[in-house]
Nanobody, 119 residues
Framework: QVQLVESGGGLVQAGGSLRLSCTASGRTFSSYVMGWFRQAPGKEREFVSTISWSGGSTYYADSVKGRFTISRDNAKNTVYLQMNSLKPEDTAVYYC????????????WGQGTQVTVSS
């Protein structure tokens, strides 16, 4: 079992920055691919970014590419999402998720953290 706790959300003006953190319980954090997803009001949850177990590979949705950066610190059991040049359309609840490297889907999800970008 892995428990994920996100933090770092809040209210920011357009063009501003936020850094989200997601800390995992357990001692096998490096066995998991980590991802960030988001869900805006009235919309389906969408993929934002993912990072491999080592941090050596990262992927981004086109909508955030060049503005968001995902990273991880396996010693701290934490994955980060640095969000720069935020836009009102980035407003959503952001969730982190964990996928065992041998699995085909994300098995564990955090409770989410609200990000609101004002225009």
């Amino acid at each position: 079992q892995v428990q994920l706790v996100e933090s770092g959300g809040g209210l920011v003006q357009a063009g501003g920055s936020l850094r989200l953190s997601c800390t995992a319980s357990g001692r096998t954090f490096s066995s998991y691919v980590m991802g960030w997803f988001r869900q805006a009001p009235g919309k389906e949850r969408e993929f934002v970014s993912t990072i491999s177990w080592s941090g050596g590979s990262t992927y981004y949705a086109d909508s955030v590419k060049g503005r968001f950066t995902i990273s991880r610190d396996n010693a701290k059991n934490t994955v980060y999402l640095q969000m720069n040049s935020l836009k009102p359309e980035d407003t959503a609840v952001y969730y982190c998720a964990a996928q065992l490297v041998t699995a085909s889907s994300y098995d564990y999800w955090g409770q989410g953290t609200q990000v609101t970008v004002s225009s």
